[in-house]
């Protein structure tokens, strides 16, 4: 499904680029250059850097209860809500000065529905009729990221990196796509800082990037990918740092397009390898053979919000004794030991280990589906580097391998060469 | 009319007592024992002291332009209005972490309607219902103040030292009176920081406070004396700088209640003396003595918002001319004073002087109604030390006299002697 060009665009900017009055004057000048053009746009913006974590900060020293978390996330939201409301007005003020007709809209004012998950709000609705309006009668919209409001009329905020999510929402409710602007210039094929012969994507579909987000591919909150994904947006990563020429004209836009995968034309295997060191791998040594025993476990993290990724269980050198090895996310693993330990009687172990010092290796690729011998590759290429691996996890578009952090790097790199993405 | 005693109570903290994590608890402290002695609560709070300061900054950066304020002041509202959305969640945090059933109500959410005067605001309406309802099942509401929104839903601000006026209107609506804690302890019969021998008063007039307000004493806005007048709210000012004993009983209150006149049963002629310095005195030498040129002179004053206070006309050296000399605002004088310039030739004046070097000081109280000789009583006590006047004006309960600045601290302390205001 294409959507026919739309003259509207929802643009987006980040917390960087968002940082201080100069950067918002860069905005408001690319901003300006795409009104110019004749699009109607509407402003998604993220809080000014480092200022959510302030207001984060503030709102747990002022006694964010630690267990009951609920009870106060309504209030938690009205403080850290603030910080998009502040780069919304200065935005427009900005874009005002500059002679262009602009206004914000708060969540409440559009108004972006939300559950009421204070703290972690989902949109439920975006009625598109009032900014839609403004829009058609030539008003730049300015609208906070990350903010929504619960049909009873209470501030909500999405959770880290919602913004991104907020801005597919509107253009979702505008029938028009999204251009994200950030500190990278696209998608690349891995992360340029640990392979430099990393390449761009010109385009990923939303399968991919869905896949890449997850595993530690931090360019896109994985929710503005689900959700762009369902509603058929199409969302563009780009560079904010660019300027438009004399003329007031943007350079030609590259980036990434994130779409449909019927639109990319060139097939690949494989579209990218993606490294994570947000893992932790928790083995339960001799545990009982019992068959409820595994379903013991991870009934008990499932109680505790504890996601589990991979698992495998091998044979235990005592008799009757299996080891049951499961990674989680780094930030879960001490509760989820604290879990274990506490029940270590009834579930039956015998002893529990801990270790963060693992990496989670994917590649990723649409084109998986169609072809055999992905993962043969991958294992060949690991062996030929003498990595080896500690767990595996796949999907139909991806392969996982945890290995040891220090061969990481190395994996990256002789799984990029070995799918031949430099040279694609 | 005195109206019967409410179970209800509106507290009021400003920016010092909302200025970092540990004062916001001590402000939550006290709330808590007024809560706990029975109170229904209504807490008003300013942003963090110095936030707005900041705000407004970032706003005058992004290009707030100067001449055309009123294009952009919709959006300056939404930026500096944040800093009380900040403080109403942190300190219902507070409360909540201290055991207490607290929740923030925003502006729009209450509503506190006014008009769409931005950056100026006056409240038109504050329903009584949605914040009453709250109080009745135990709620304390946490108020930002400063702050409000128009009837088609855009955020206001109600101008420096709005959240007065805030917490008066919320008073008012809901039928009760209005403890503004601040830093100082109460009302004085002048500032201390002059005459060390000034006197708390235990209880002033709303007219007299309103005299008191807009010659200079500092303790409470203009507009929320008005307002408290016009809706028979009480309103005591005491000190935020009181601990609830270590059973979480509050000292018994002092500071000054701000009351109708007829409450008070001790009546005094004189009940302060204030010392103002913003005031410039502007001379136009050799004015025509036509009987239009005085008028011209205020009607292009008057067109440009220039507020005149005193006006004093003499006869000039030459012939057929007359100086006249008036005092305005010193923000405005630089204006007024390009005004007469660029008109001098149609107004017809021979030279413009601007003296800022004046201090305007003045005796207020509403005994001068009913008793003879409290103007001679000044002039003498000023003619004692060999302060010469300037100007002077008066009102039904005050007399003002323009002195060179030199003389100002003098002048108050030889008149607050004079009245005996020390020894009442």
């Known amino acids: 499904?294409?959507?026919?060009?739309?003259?509207?665009?929802?643009?987006?900017?980040?917390?960087?680029?968002?940082?201080?009055?100069?950067?918002?004057?860069?905005?408001?000048?690319?901003?300006?250059?795409?009104?110019?053009?004749?699009?109607?746009?509407?402003?998604?913006?993220?809080?000014?850097?480092?200022?959510?974590?302030?207001?984060?900060?503030?709102?747990?020293?002022?006694?964010?209860?630690?267990?009951?978390?609920?009870?106060?996330?309504?209030?938690?939201?009205?403080?850290?809500?603030?910080?998009?409301?502040?780069?919304?007005?200065?935005?427009?003020?900005?874009?005002?000065?500059?002679?262009?007709?602009?206004?914000?809209?708060?969540?409440?004012?559009?108004?972006?529905?939300?559950?009421?998950?204070?703290?972690?709000?989902?949109?439920?609705?975006?009625?598109?009729?009032?900014?839609?309006?403004?829009?058609?009668?030539?008003?730049?919209?300015?609208?906070?990221?990350?903010q929504g409001v619960t049909r009873d009329g209470r501030i909500t905020t999405l959770g880290r990196g919602g913004s991104d999510t907020s801005a597919v929402a509107v253009a979702a409710a505008l029938g028009c796509s999204c251009d994200i602007y950030t500190d990278v210039d696209g998608v690349y094929t891995t992360d340029p800082r640990i392979e430099s012969r990393a390449r761009r994507l010109e385009k990923v579909s939303y399968e991919e990037m869905l896949e890449m987000a997850s595993l530690g591919a931090k360019v896109l909150q994985t929710r503005s990918v689900e959700l762009a994904m369902a509603k058929q947006v199409p969302v563009r990563v780009l560079s904010s740092f660019i300027e438009p020429d004399e003329n007031g004209v943007l350079p030609a836009k590259s980036g990434t397009l994130i779409c449909d995968e019927e639109e990319i034309v060139e097939k690949r295997i494989v579209s990218g390898v993606t490294m994570s060191r947000d893992e932790a791998r928790i083995t339960l040594l001799g545990l009982s053979d019992r068959v409820e025993a595994p379903a013991d476990v991870f009934t008990r993290l499932a109680e505790a919000n504890v996601n589990v990724d991979m698992i495998v269980q091998s044979q235990a050198r005592t008799e009757g004794a299996v080891n049951l090895t499961f990674t989680t996310g780094r930030r879960d693993a001490p509760r989820a030991a604290e879990l274990m330990r506490a029940a270590q009687a009834q579930i039956g172990?015998?002893?529990?280990?801990?270790?963060?010092?693992?990496?989670?290796?994917?590649?990723?690729?649409?084109?998986?589906?169609?072809?055999?011998?992905?993962?043969?590759t991958m294992f060949r290429a690991l062996a030929d580097k003498g990595v080896k691996f500690q767990a595996i996890s796949t999907s139909e578009i991806k392969i996982s391998v945890l290995i040891d952090a220090a061969y990481a790097e190395l994996a990256v790199r002789a799984l990029h060469s070995a799918y031949g993405l430099e040279a694609v």
Chains 1, 2 share one sequence.
């Open 1 to 146: 499904m294409t959507r026919p060009e739309s003259d509207r665009l929802v643009m987006k900017f980040g917390g960087t680029s968002m940082g201080d009055l100069e950067r918002i004057r860069r905005a408001a000048r690319i901003v300006a250059a795409e009104a110019a053009s004749g699009k109607k746009i509407a402003v998604v913006v993220s809080a000014m850097a480092g200022k959510t974590n302030e207001l984060v900060a503030w709102t747990d020293g002022a006694g964010r209860p630690g267990q009951g978390i609920e009870l106060s996330d309504d209030e938690y939201d009205v403080v850290v809500a603030s910080g998009e409301q502040v780069t919304s007005g200065l935005l427009a003020l900005t874009l005002r000065n500059m002679g262009l007709n602009a206004r914000s809209w708060m969540g409440w004012q559009i108004p972006i529905l939300t559950d009421d998950a204070h703290g972690r709000a989902r949109i439920e609705d975006v009625p598109g009729e009032v900014l839609g309006a403004a829009l058609d009668k030539g008003e730049i919209a300015v609208v906070p990221g990350f």
């Open 349 to 376: 172990f015998e002893e529990l280990r801990v270790d963060e010092d693992v990496a989670k290796v994917s590649v990723v690729g649409v084109g998986m589906r169609s072809h055999a011998g992905v993962a043969q």
